[in-house]
């Protein structure tokens, strides 16, 4: 656990006690803050070297853009929480030879954008301005948080002919709980917190934890879904992934792995392999099992 983390978890568990309110507020800041850059590594530069890159403005910040490919078939790709675009590295090479072209940004806080702070309403913000510049995309990547980010985007302004979530929770408030537990917040302080989440985050956002979750008005998004979870994700656990696919289940599928956690499966060849089957077929999900 990072040293800021663990000041953070201690001082909240000591206030909390006394004062959750006080405790809440001082640790709602964080909650949009991820507090340190995800490193790149040697091969994440080199991809990240073949793309073409610009920049848009979310919130007042320049949010670096990355594309790959002659602009046909534009796949959108919105990485979590800590990460950046270049966490979908695996897959920019298999989508341009099949003919699509991967586009990816790093919001606020993250990677090679300014600010120090994002939310989930930037991501959604980013990819309704890409949206704007490729008009509709083959399909839309989102990893955790930023699937999150993907399902809401879609039943806004945004159009896709297929979604594919990879490690991705069915809930809003499951992303508030892993923040509880990371944080050291109890029981006693998640009512106060989330009313300040409510104000200083989300001002004007009705019904936002039924609203940000996946599973909220399912028949809203018609597309086809394509859920990857591992059996053993530690971040956000596989129920979450059978809870998502029940509600779209008419139109998802589920694409199990065991053992590549919540980071390294979108590495993993075979779980590349699927996304790209999914996105180049036509009509319903294929039917895919690990």
């Keep these: 656990m990072p040293l800021a983390t663990r000041l953070v978890h201690a001082a909240v568990g000591v206030t909390g006690r006394v004062a959750p309110s006080l405790a809440a507020r001082a640790v709602a800041p964080f909650f949009s803050r991820p507090l340190a850059r995800l490193p790149l590594s040697r091969d994440e530069t080199a991809v990240l070297a073949l793309a073409a890159q610009d920049v848009i403005q979310v919130g007042g910040h320049p949010v670096?853009?990355?594309?790959?490919g002659d602009g046909a078939r534009p796949?959108?790709?919105?990485?979590?929480w800590k990460s950046r675009a270049a966490c979908f590295s695996a897959f920019v090479a298999p989508l341009v030879a099949r003919g699509f072209t991967p586009v990816a940004f790093d919001a606020p806080g993250h990677g090679a954008s300014g600010g120090r702070a994002s939310t989930i309403l930037d991501h959604v913000r980013a990819a309704e301005l890409l949206h704007a510049r490729h008009g509709r995309f083959a399909a839309v990547l989102g990893h955790s948080v930023g699937g999150l980010g993907a399902f809401l985007a879609l039943r806004g302004r945004v159009t896709a002919d297929r979604l594919v979530t990879v490690s991705t929770p069915s809930s809003f408030p499951h992303v508030v709980d892993s923040f509880c537990a990371?944080?050291?917040?109890g029981e006693s302080v998640k009512p106060a917190l989330r009313r300040?989440?409510?104000r200083r985050l989300f001002p004007g956002e009705d019904?936002?934890?039924?609203?940000?979750?996946?599973v909220h008005r399912p028949e809203q998004l018609r597309l086809p879904v394509l859920a990857v979870h591992d059996r053993r994700d530690r971040a956000v656990p596989f129920g979450e992934a059978e809870r998502l696919v029940a509600?779209?289940?008419?139109r998802a599928d589920l694409f199990a792995t065991d053992g590549l956690g919540h980071r390294r499966i979108?590495?993993?060849?075979?779980?590349?392999?699927?996304?790209?089957?999914f996105?180049?077929?036509?009509?319903?999900?294929?039917d895919l099992a690990a």
């Design 266 to 277: 979108l590495a993993d060849p075979g779980v590349v392999e699927a996304v790209l089957a």
């Design 196 to 198: 300040t989440l409510e």
């Design 64 to 68: 670096t853009v990355h594309t790959w």
């Design 207 to 214: 019904d936002l934890w039924n609203r940000f979750s996946p």
């Design 182 to 185: 990371m944080t050291g917040v």
């Design 75 to 80: 796949v959108l790709m919105i990485h979590g």
């Design 247 to 250: 509600a779209y289940a008419d």
């Design 279 to 286: 996105a180049a077929a036509g009509g319903h999900a294929p």
